[in-house]
T-cell receptor, first 108, second 113 residues
Framework: ELKVEQNPLFLSMQEGKNYTIYCNYS?????LYWYRQDPGKSLESLFV?????AVKQEGRLMASLDTKARLSTLHITAAVHDLSATYFC????????FGTGTSLTVIP | GAGVSQSPSNKVTEKGKDVELRCDPI?????LYWYRQSLGQGLEFLIY????????KSGLPSDRFSAERTGGSVSTLTIQRTQQEDSAVYLC???????????FGQGTRLTVV
């Protein structure tokens, strides 16, 4: 079974600041995924990281993968209020195994 | 359709009744997943279908829960004799062999009263 741990669980940050969400996983996963969930909504795919050293960026979000350390990070640059949401990372061995999520609140 | 479609979007049922939740995956997607999410919680895996292989039912919480996938497309999740603890949002997702991520439907919010 693949175990996925995220931290922090809750993150409150001011607009304009930078921060990183961490995702550790226990065993080999073919890929690492990041999703966003707005309150009352479903999950939206953000990034798929395919291999060691992969880095993907979309706007103020950048995700990276270190398969040797079994670690993925989601870095937020110069946060804005629109980024407030819950972010999930997930690995996949057959089914998707999700982390507990990081609830991000960006304060004006 | 363009995305994963789930119906109904909301369902209120009395304790002890049976309910059926439907999922229409993206056309051509061979894999289909069911998860549930309780208020403010993470995602709990229920069941996974991949093509014609036997489904992975390891996440079903009790024998009151069952799911089928007909013709490799539409899936129905059935909950018998519903209990209040079954109240949650039930999410369906699908993925293909060539695409990487799973695409989620909008979910069915089930409330057992």
């Amino acid at each position: 079974e693949l175990k996925v741990e995220q931290n922090p669980l809750f993150l409150s940050m001011q607009e304009g600041k930078n921060y990183t969400i961490y995702c550790n996983y226990s065993t080999t996963s073919d890929r690492l995924y990041w999703y966003r969930q707005d309150p009352g909504k479903s999950l939206e795919s953000l990034f798929v990281l395919l291999s060691n050293g992969a880095v993907k960026q979309e706007g103020r979000l950048m995700a990276s993968l270190d398969t040797k350390a079994r670690l993925s990070t989601l870095h937020i640059t110069a946060a804005v209020h629109d980024l407030s949401a819950t972010y999930f990372c997930a690995g996949r061995v057959g089914q998707f195994y999700f982390g507990t999520g990081t609830s991000l609140t960006v304060i004006p | 359709g363009a995305g994963v479609s789930q119906s109904p979007s909301n369902k209120v049922t009395e304790k002890g009744k049976d309910v059926e939740l439907r999922c229409d995956p993206i056309s051509g997607h061979t894999a289909l997943y069911w998860y549930r999410q309780s208020l403010g919680q993470g995602l709990e895996f229920l069941i996974y279908f991949q093509g014609n292989s036997a489904p992975d039912k390891s996440g079903l919480p009790s024998d009151r829960f069952s799911a089928e996938r007909t013709g490799g497309s539409v899936s129905t999740l059935t909950i018998q004799r519903t209990q209040q603890e079954d109240s949650a949002v039930y999410l369906c997702a699908s993925s293909s062999r060539t695409e990487y991520e799973a695409f989620f439907g909008q979910g069915t919010r089930l409330t057992v009263v």
